[in-house]
């Protein structure tokens, strides 16, 4: 079990991206920044605290907070506060962060309280405090969702992630850190490489060694010793850490060696005791117990100074009281005994607090929303598939009637074109019968008419039955079948006025010329399409070209109004009839 080792820093915590200046060249005094802005001064800050340049930072921080005080800027005071609690002593680093409670009113709403807590909660993590830690982020957490500030939901659940890797739970925080390194496109650059050193660090506790090293390679090729020395140790230390996991133990050795002396050298306590730790399993795999408990001392001697615990000490002190008992040192094997018991007690209390806290006060709340979410998507669903259901029942309260509808009209279309069809062939039977059969398939024999009464006094009867003979000549040549045939050229044609012509069709023939005309064409087609089977197999809109007409639509709109059933259903029908007759040849024979 491995507590993280690496920490958020505050880029995290404040509004602002910090990005990093180059190193500075002259020494800090007031009068040269005076000319700096608020945000320039804040740059200046924390790239002296990335360089461990602590003095230059905190002169920078006092410059920064008199100057706000001066101008009365709440909003930088506060600010300012939150530099100086860096570096501090940890009773004066949280007086600090308590003093932005004063100046909470007039800070930016989305930003705070969530960013007292998240602060608070940082300082009682770096200083071992585990249970205060896990109270304030996840207060921290509270109200960033209360504020949906994806910012710091991410800082929060980063730190919850560190204290489940804290009780063992190391898959958990490895799955929050590997979402936050892949999808938190809000983070920074710098932010996003402490997430990477964090992941590292995580996937080493579970042993997924492949992963772990292709970012800590990543890791190394994006810093150097000079650029981020503290950053570059840790990646070190990681590496020393997979190399010892690799069984690489000469290897971990070099590399931890490095980054121990920059981490006593800094008095980083916790990172020291993980290269010492380390160190001395390294040498114990190669058996060489002297050295391993040189270093496994070491680390008691730094918790018994800083009171700064971790879990893997669990296995630190096993090693030393059996070592102990190997030479036979009966009184260092009851003090180490007696070091591991209070130890033990001490991570005890921990890890039952956070093992206890963690699942009701985060893991639960987490599974009830996610419960939540899914019940309420389950009703979204059921709600959509009502809805759905009810607009299939109205299309088909709808779409039932018409079909039946349709079928009833495609009966009644089948019905009349077989009628069509009758009409035909029964035609064709009289017209053979009185040996009146016409050369033309198409002819249609025009009946004189008793003309008495139906004229106007206006036209002469001579006048009447010449325009009636000429007609009927039109008829019987078949001429209405010619393009562009109108009232006007017929009239000429037959040596008349429009107007006569016009008076007659409609008195004589019951129709306007148009109808006229149409009826003429149409009554053309019903016969030759029944008996030309050529003239059948041509494309529709060659037969609408032969009967006259301008294009496909005109002629189909025309049969379907004349005859009442579609052109389609007609020539279906003209083929079942025709079948039916080949069929009853056959079985005849």
């Excluded at 710098?190 to 390679?217: G, M």
């Excluded at 114990?284 to 496994?296: G, I, N, P, S, T």
């Excluded at 009171?307 to 180490?336: A, C, M």
Aim: glycine share 2%; hydrophobic share 35%.
């Amino acid at each position: 079990m491995m507590k993280s080792k690496i920490f958020i820093l505050f880029f995290l915590l404040c509004p602002i991206y910090y990005t990093l200046l180059n190193a500075q060249k002259s020494k800090i005094n007031n009068d040269s920044l005076s000319t700096y802005s608020y945000s320039a001064l804040e740059e200046k800050f924390y790239n002296l605290k990335e360089s461990n340049k602590i003095e230059k930072s905190i002169s920078v921080a006092q410059y920064y907070l008199i100057k706000a005080k001066e101008e009365k800027n709440n909003n930088h005071i506060a600010e300012g506060y939150v530099m100086l609690h860096y570096n501090q002593p940890f009773k004066r680093s949280l007086q600090y962060i308590d003093s932005l409670v004063l100046f909470e009113k007039y800070l930016p709403k989305k930003d705070y309280p969530t960013r007292i807590y998240l602060l608070k909660g940082r300082i009682y993590y770096d200083y071992d405090k585990e249970k205060l830690a896990l109270n304030n982020f996840i207060t921290a957490l509270k109200y960033a969702k209360e504020k949906d500030n994806k910012r710091h939901i991410a800082i929060a659940e980063i730190y919850i992630a560190y204290l489940n890797n804290y009780i063992g739970k190391h898959a958990e925080a490895a799955k929050v850190l590997q979402y936050y390194y892949y999808n938190g496109d809000f983070l920074s650059d710098s932010e996003h490489e402490h997430v990477r050193l964090n992941l590292a660090s995580t996937l080493l506790d579970i042993n997924n060694l492949e992963p772990a090293v292709k970012l800590i390679h990543e890791g190394l090729k994006n810093t150097s010793e000079k650029k981020d020395i503290e950053r570059y140790n840790k990646y070190l230390l990681f590496l020393g850490l997979y190399n010892l996991k690799s069984k690489h133990c000469k290897l971990a050795i070099n590399n931890l060696n490095k980054c121990k002396a920059y981490f006593l050298k800094k008095s980083d306590n916790l990172n020291s005791s993980y290269a010492l730790l380390y160190l001395g399993q390294s040498h114990a795999q190669l058996q060489e117990r002297e050295k391993a408990v040189e270093y496994f001392l070491k680390i008691d001697s730094i918790v018994q100074k800083t009171h700064t615990t971790f879990p893997e000490l669990k296995e630190v002190y096993p090693y030393v009281i059996e070592y102990y008992k190997s030479k036979n040192d009966k009184e260092k094997q009851l003090y180490y005994i007696e070091r591991f018991l209070t130890i033990y007690k001490d991570l005890d209390s921990k890890f039952r607090y956070i093992s206890r806290e963690l699942p009701r006060r985060y893991d639960a709340p987490k599974l009830l929303q996610e419960k939540e979410n899914i019940i309420n998507e389950i009703e979204r669903k059921r709600t959509t598939s009502y809805v759905i259901a009810g607009i299939l029942l109205l299309g088909m309260s709808i779409l039932i009637p018409l079909y039946f509808r349709s079928k009833k009209a495609e009966k009644r279309n089948r019905k009349i074109a077989q009628e069509l069809i009758r009409s035909v062939n029964d035609k064709a039977v009289l017209n053979k019968d009185n040996s009146q059969e016409d050369d033309s398939p198409g002819s249609i024999t025009v009946q004189q008419e008793d003309i008495t009464g139906k004229t106007s006094n206006i036209i002469p009867d001579y006048v009447v039955q010449n325009i009636l003979k000429e007609l009927a000549i039109f008829e019987d040549k078949e001429n209405y079948l010619k393009k562009g045939v109108t009232l006007s050229n017929l009239a000429k044609k037959i040596k008349t006025n429009s107007k006569y012509l016009s008076e007659i069709i409609n008195k004589h023939k019951g129709k306007n010329f148009a109808a006229y005309l149409n009826e003429l064409r149409i009554d053309y087609a019903i016969n030759r399409l029944a008996r030309d089977k050529k003239f059948r197999s041509y494309k529709i809109p060659f037969i609408a070209e032969e009967l006259g007409y301008n294009n496909e639509q005109a002629f189909t709109l025309a049969f379907k109004k004349k005859t009442g059933t579609p052109l389609t259903t007609y020539l279906k029908e003209i083929e079942k009839a025709e079948n039916k007759q080949i069929k009853r040849s056959i079985s005849d024979n």
